[in-house]
């Protein structure tokens, strides 16, 4: 084996990292599909929220947690720039809409939370419509968390050169380009800029009954898994299996009060 790697210019380190990776994942997703059932049985409404930096791993994450779900009971939401219409709504009323049904599993690729960090940095929306915004979250996530819906925030956490090194992959692989937009290249221009507006969404937005939760991810396959494990950690389900393979490593899944040091 190690011969046949070797010809192929594969360590037999990494290939045996990747096949612990996919034997772990595989054995959360049954566990995911098991919590599935648990949702639709019981009626539950469960968000799941994630947003953080550009090509911090989101979008890698979100396939890997639908990949074998039932597609009639889970979905995702990722809404483009909004409408003309929608600019002269409430700015929440458009993810209102996209809220899970009873018995759904719902995962945000970006959320209300635009407002929070990426359009007052990149100058999308006034001073006032921001704090406005910020101020009412709180509020409606409250709302959220009165009329039963489970909503799970996560960040996940990229470090600045890691971020780069992604983004100059992005340039030279067809099948990434279209991931790479002229606001991900301003990010890393005002990357400070966003450290402020992040750690403000945090301060203002971090509330017991909705708290966030930081996933470390310059290792995109480990922030994978404990996405899925933390996600898992949130509720108690028929056949749940507590073993250790179902608990989150505490270096990289953090609650945003029980540390600063993400990016």
Request: hydrophobic share 40%.
């Given at each position: 084996m190690k011969k046949n790697l070797a010809s192929k210019d594969i360590s037999f380190e990494s290939a045996l990292k990747n096949y612990n990776y996919e034997k772990e994942l595989v054995f959360l997703q049954i566990e995911l599909n098991k919590l599935q059932s648990r949702i639709e049985?019981?009626?539950?409404?469960?968000?799941?929220?994630?947003e953080g930096r550009d090509a911090a791993g989101k979008g890698g994450s979100i396939r890997r947690f639908l990949e074998h779900m039932n597609p009639r009971s889970?979905?995702?939401?990722?809404?483009?720039k909004p409408t003309d219409v929608e600019q002269n709504q409430w700015y929440l009323q458009r993810y209102i809409k996209q809220l899970a049904n009873a018995?759904?599993?719902?995962?945000?690729?970006?959320?209300?939370?635009?407002?929070?960090?990426?359009?007052?940095v990149m100058g999308f929306c006034t001073k006032n419509q921001y704090k406005k915004h910020i101020r009412q979250v709180p509020e409606f996530e409250h709302m959220l968390y009165e009329d039963g819906v489970h909503v799970i925030k996560i960040w996940f956490s990229i470090t600045k050169d890691e971020q780069l090194k992604r983004f100059e992959s992005r340039m030279t692989d067809n099948l990434k380009k279209w991931k790479l937009s002229p606001v991900d290249i301003e990010g890393q221009k005002m990357w400070d800029i966003y450290t402020k507006y992040k750690e403000q969404m945090f301060n203002k937005t971090h509330t017991s009954f909705c708290p966030w939760t930081i996933i470390q991810t310059n290792d995109k396959k480990t922030a994978r898994l404990e996405s899925i494990r933390h996600v898992l950690s949130q509720f108690?389900?028929?056949?749940?299996?507590?073993?250790?393979r179902i608990a989150t490593d505490p270096n990289i899944v953090i609650r945003y009060n029980r540390s600063i040091l993400a990016d």
């Open positions: 049985q019981n009626n539950k409404r469960v968000i799941v929220i994630m889970s979905r995702l939401v990722a809404l483009n018995g759904e599993f719902v995962i945000f690729d970006r959320s209300w939370y635009n407002r929070a960090v990426v359009e007052p108690d389900y028929d056949d749940k299996i507590k073993t250790k």
